[in-house]
């Protein structure tokens, strides 16, 4: 009689502490469950109503795209004969694993690339993109000079996307037009229509391809142009229309190199050989001047984690990435499963820390091309929906 008294008095006790949780504030409920990952969050956001209305008010959604800012790393698996075996792969820094995106992400046939929370997919004669998690594939207007595999940005001007197409290979009866000017147009996606800009300087001309190019985007009023192994260097100004003159950014003994902004600054990172071997070496780029100071080193038990050969020319597959406070490199051959590492800086670059990202899903395929980019992740994004 006592034991069942006990266990009574037990259950009024779990009872009474369950309803005290009904009483929590939202003010409250909203605290906790801002701590979350994003993915926890949208999960949260279907246990019940209540949950579901403060995940998804405004203030809500724009705080926590306020303080999770840290950049997820989007990897796109391409087969060149197998369309059906193209895959989307996204990385969440927070919760610190993979997820597969759905095939549909992607349009099978054609070009595929994304910047800034859009996918892009062009061919030489259309041009489309989607929000990475919401809406579908809009296709726009004809590009004016219609190209494959160019340079895609994305900034804002006010609170509208703008989207900046840049070089890429133009082709004229079936063949690579050679005396293309690498033009440059802006698109806005709310009248559909191209703006046609001065073109890239000739100096990239031998370089007018994705696989020989990089950007970075500066406070959306800067879009760098980076030649990966020439080291040329350039910079179109988003309000003048104007490119500045073409540099030269090379650090010694640079094998190749990218440029990412991190921080709204701009961040070299590349293969560079020197006395110890081979390194993978991070620089902090002065945009007026254009000098450079080192920031980190990978270190060497982490690089060689991101290969299983011993080939010469292993290094070559190597790519990076950065955006925010994170750089990714990663391996785009199909070795280890595509693996990758990150550097993690604080606010003031004052200190680093490398490692290494967990395997993408088992059911990664072997692909023909591998397409990264890094790109902020909000919560609106994924419950509302891109507005434009």
Same mark, same amino acid.
């Given at each position: 009689?006592?034991?069942?008294?006990? *266990?009574?008095?037990?259950?009024?006790?779990?009872?009474?502490?369950?309803?005290?949780?009904?009483?929590?504030?939202?003010?409250?409920?909203?605290?906790?469950?801002?701590?979350?990952?994003?993915?926890?969050?949208?999960?949260?956001?279907?246990?019940?109503?209540?949950?579901?209305?403060?995940?998804?008010?405004?203030?809500?959604?724009?705080? *926590?795209?306020?303080?999770?800012?840290?950049?997820?790393?989007?990897?796109?698996?391409?087969?060149?004969?197998?369309?059906?075996?193209?895959?989307?792969?996204?990385?969440?820094?927070?919760?610190?694993?993979?997820? /597969?995106?759905?095939?549909?992400?992607?349009?099978?046939?054609?070009?595929?690339?994304?910047?800034?929370?859009?996918?892009?997919?062009?061919?030489?004669?259309?041009?489309?993109?989607?929000? *990475?998690?919401?809406? *579908?594939?809009?296709?726009?207007?004809?590009?004016?000079?219609?190209?494959?595999?160019?340079?895609?940005?994305?900034?804002?001007?006010?609170?509208?996307?703008?989207?900046?197409?840049?070089?890429?290979?133009?082709?004229?009866?079936?063949?690579?037009?050679?005396?293309?000017?690498?033009?440059?147009?802006? #698109?806005?996606?709310?009248?559909?229509?191209?703006?046609?800009?001065?073109?890239?300087?000739?100096?990239?001309?031998?370089?007018?391809?994705?696989?020989?190019?990089?950007?970075?985007?500066?406070?959306?009023?800067? #879009?760098?142009?980076?030649?990966? #192994?020439?080291?040329?260097?350039?910079?179109?100004?988003?309000?003048?229309?104007?490119?500045?003159?073409?540099?030269?950014?090379?650090?010694?003994?640079?094998?190749? /190199?990218?440029?990412?902004?991190?921080?709204?600054?701009?961040?070299?990172?590349?293969?560079?050989?020197?006395?110890?071997?081979?390194?993978?070496?991070?620089? $902090?780029?002065?945009? $007026?001047?254009?000098?450079?100071?080192?920031?980190?080193?990978?270190?060497?038990?982490?690089?060689?984690?991101?290969?299983?050969?011993?080939?010469?020319?292993?290094?070559?597959?190597? $790519?990076?990435?950065?955006?925010?406070?994170?750089?990714?490199?990663?391996?785009?051959?199909?070795? $280890?499963? #595509?693996?990758?590492?990150?550097?993690?800086?604080?606010?003031?670059?004052?200190?680093?820390?490398?490692?290494?990202?967990?395997?993408?899903?088992?059911?990664?395929?072997?692909?023909?091309?591998?397409?990264?980019?890094?790109?902020?992740?909000?919560?609106?994004?994924?419950?509302?929906?891109?507005?434009?």
């Amino acid at each position: 009689m006592e034991e069942s008294i006990c *266990i009574e008095k037990l259950n009024s006790q779990n009872d009474q502490k369950i309803k005290n949780w009904d009483f929590l504030s939202s003010d409250l409920t909203g605290k906790i469950l801002s701590y979350l990952p994003i993915r926890s969050i949208i999960v949260a956001s279907s246990v019940c109503k209540i949950w579901n209305s403060i995940i998804t008010s405004s203030s809500f959604t724009t705080k *926590i795209s306020a303080t999770k800012k840290q950049p997820w790393l989007f990897l796109c698996g391409q087969n060149s004969i197998f369309y059906n075996n193209n895959q989307p792969f996204a990385y969440d820094p927070d919760a610190n694993e993979w997820i /597969s995106l759905p095939t549909s992400t992607l349009l099978s046939q054609d070009f595929f690339i994304g910047s800034n929370g859009f996918f892009f997919a062009t061919t030489s004669e259309n041009f489309s993109f989607k929000p *990475i998690f919401n809406g *579908i594939w809009v296709q726009t207007s004809p590009l004016r000079f219609s190209r494959c595999n160019p340079l895609v940005g994305v900034y804002n001007e006010g609170l509208n996307p703008r989207f900046i197409v840049v070089g890429g290979v133009r082709f004229v009866g079936g063949l690579v037009d050679v005396e293309d000017r690498l033009a440059v147009e802006i #698109y806005n996606p709310n009248f559909d229509y191209w703006e046609l800009c001065p073109p890239l300087p000739a100096d990239f001309r031998s370089g007018n391809s994705s696989q020989w190019l990089c950007s970075a985007l500066l406070r959306d009023k800067f #879009y760098y142009v980076f030649g990966i #192994y020439s080291c040329f260097i350039t910079c179109f100004n988003l309000d003048e229309h104007l490119w500045s003159e073409v540099q030269t950014l090379r650090p010694p003994g640079i094998l190749f /190199s990218f440029l990412v902004s991190c921080q709204d600054c701009l961040v070299l990172g590349g293969l560079c050989n020197s006395t110890n071997g081979p390194n993978f070496v991070l620089w $902090k780029v002065d945009e $007026k001047t254009m000098e450079f100071s080192e920031l980190a080193i990978m270190p060497h038990e982490l690089m060689y984690c991101l290969f299983d050969s011993d080939e010469d020319d292993k290094f070559a597959s190597l $790519k990076c990435v950065g955006l925010g406070n994170l750089v990714y490199v990663y391996n785009e051959e199909h070795h $280890k499963n #595509y693996p990758a590492c990150v550097c993690e800086f604080s606010n003031d670059f004052g200190m680093c820390s490398w490692r290494k990202l967990p395997n993408l899903p088992p059911n990664a395929s072997k692909f023909n091309r591998v397409i990264s980019f890094c790109s902020n992740v909000s919560l609106d994004n994924i419950l509302v929906g891109a507005r434009i």
